[in-house]
C-alpha cells in the first residue's frame, strides 16, 4: 500500500514537471535571463570579415564585452544575400545569447527580390536597436568627364548608351539607387550588375563602367586618390568626412537620398529582461570615445532607438523600398 503510494506521488511528481507545474523550470529561465550575460554571446554577420558590418559588430563586440565582463565574438555567416545568417539567427535560442548584426538590405530589401526568402522580419525576430545609418556616394571613374552630376546627366542624353553604372549585384542598394538617380534625372544610364562590391568599384576606377555608388567607408579613401571623383552622396545632408561632396538633392535630383542602416537583431520573443539589458548595453558602447569615433571615420552615422521604435524602423525600410520599386518600374529578375 505504501509502496504504491510512494509511486503515486513520484508519478505526479514527474508528471508536473514535465508540464511545468511545479513553477521551477519557468523560475529557473526568469533567474537566467535576469543574470545575462553569464557567458558567450556571439554575433552572427550575413558579410565576409574585414567588411563595413563586420568592422561594426566588431567594435561593438569589443565594447560590450568590456562593459559585461564576458566574451562577445563575431561569426561570419555568409551567403544567399543575407538569408544564411537570418535563418541560423531565427533557429536560436531566444536566450540573447546568439545575436544578429544585420543590416537594411538583408531585412528590407532580401525580402522582395531573394524568391526563398520566407521570414517576416518583424515577426520572426526581435528588433534590438539599430546602431549607425550610412549612405552612398556616387564615384565617378577617369573616363567619366563630368565635373559634377548635372554635366554627367548632360552627357548621358547627348550619349544615350555611353553611361554606365556598376553594382554589387541584381537588387543591391547601389543597384537601387542608380535606378532612382536614372529616374529622377530622366537620363539613360546602363546597369552593369557584378558579383559584390569589390569588383565593381575595380572596374570604375579602370574606366570600365562610368559610375558606382559606394558606401561612405570605402568612398572616403577611395575620394582622396586620383582615380575617382565624389560627385554626390544620398544623404539629406552632406556628410563630416566628404564636406564637398554634395547631396543629390542640392545637385538637384530628388528622390535619391536613400541609404541604410546596421542594427542589432534577435530571434523572436527575446525576455523583456534580456532585451532591456541588451538595449542599455548598446547604448553605452555608443557613448564611449572609441566607437564614436571609429564610426566616424567610416562616414557613419551612430543612430539611438528602443526596440520599439527600432521594430517599426525595420517595417517602414521594408514598405519603403517596396513602394520605391514599384514606383520606378525596377526590373528585378
Same mark, same amino acid.
Given at each position: 500500500?505504501k ?22 523550470p ?12 553569464s ?18 559588430? %566588431? ?17 561570419? %555567416? ?18 540573447g545569447?546568439?545575436l ?30 539599430? &546602431? ?6 556616387? &564615384? ?8 559634377? &552630376? ?21 537588387g ?10 536614372s ?10 550588375p ?10 570604375v ?32 545632408? %552632406? ?19 536613400v ?8 530571434p ?18 555608443k557613448?564611449t ?6 564610426m ?6 551612430i ?8 521594430t ?14 514599384t ?7
Amino acid at each position: 500500500m505504501k509502496a504504491n503510494r510512494r509511486f503515486a506521488i513520484k508519478a505526479g511528481l514527474a508528471l508536473a514537471a514535465a508540464f511545468g507545474m511545479t513553477g521551477a523550470p519557468s523560475h529557473a529561465k526568469e533567474e537566467a535571463a535576469s543574470a545575462y550575460p553569464s557567458k558567450q554571446v556571439t554575433f552572427l554577420v550575413p558579410y565576409a570579415a574585414g567588411g563595413p558590418t563586420d568592422l561594426i559588430a %566588431r567594435q561593438l563586440a569589443f565594447g560590450l564585452s568590456k562593459l559585461w565582463g564576458q566574451p562577445v565574438v563575431v561569426e561570419n %555567416r555568409t551567403g544567399a544575400s543575407g538569408i544564411v545568417a537570418l535563418t541560423a539567427l531565427a533557429r536560436a535560442p531566444s536566450d540573447g545569447y546568439t545575436l544578429g548584426i544585420m543590416v537594411s538590405p538583408v531585412t528590407a530589401i532580401a525580402p522582395l527580390t531573394q524568391p526563398n526568402f520566407r521570414y517576416d522580419v518583424t515577426q520572426d525576430f526581435t528588433a534590438v536597436s539599430d &546602431l549607425v545609418d550610412y549612405a552612398l556616394v556616387l &564615384l565617378a571613374g577617369p573616363q567619366t568627364k563630368a565635373a559634377n &552630376l548635372k554635366e554627367l546627366v548632360e552627357f548621358a542624353k547627348q550619349n544615350p548608351t555611353a553611361v554606365t553604372y556598376g553594382s554589387s549585384g541584381l537588387g543591391g542598394t547601389n543597384h537601387l539607387a542608380g535606378e532612382l538617380f536614372s529616374r529622377s534625372a530622366n537620363a539613360p544610364m546602363l546597369h552593369v550588375p557584378y558579383k559584390g562590391n569589390a569588383p565593381a568599384l575595380n572596374d570604375v576606377m579602370a574606366g570600365q563602367v562610368s559610375f558606382v555608388f559606394a558606401q561612405t567607408d570605402a568612398a572616403i579613401g577611395l575620394a582622396k586618390s586620383d582615380k575617382v571623383r565624389a560627385l554626390g552622396i544620398t544623404s539629406k545632408e %552632406r556628410n563630416a568626412m566628404l564636406p564637398t561632396v554634395p547631396t543629390m538633392e542640392e545637385s538637384g535630383f530628388k528622390g535619391v537620398d536613400v541609404g541604410g542602416w546596421t542594427g542589432v537583431m534577435g530571434p523572436a520573443k527575446l525576455p523583456p529582461s534580456v532585451l532591456k539589458r541588451l538595449e542599455a548595453g548598446i547604448a553605452e558602447v555608443k557613448k564611449t570615445p572609441e566607437f564614436k569615433e571609429k564610426m566616424e571615420s567610416l562616414g557613419f552615422v551612430i543612430t539611438g532607438t528602443s526596440s520599439t521604435d527600432f521594430t517599426r524602423r525595420v517595417r517602414a525600410e521594408r514598405d519603403f523600398w517596396k513602394a520605391k520599386i514599384t514606383e520606378a518600374n525596377i526590373q528585378l529578375q
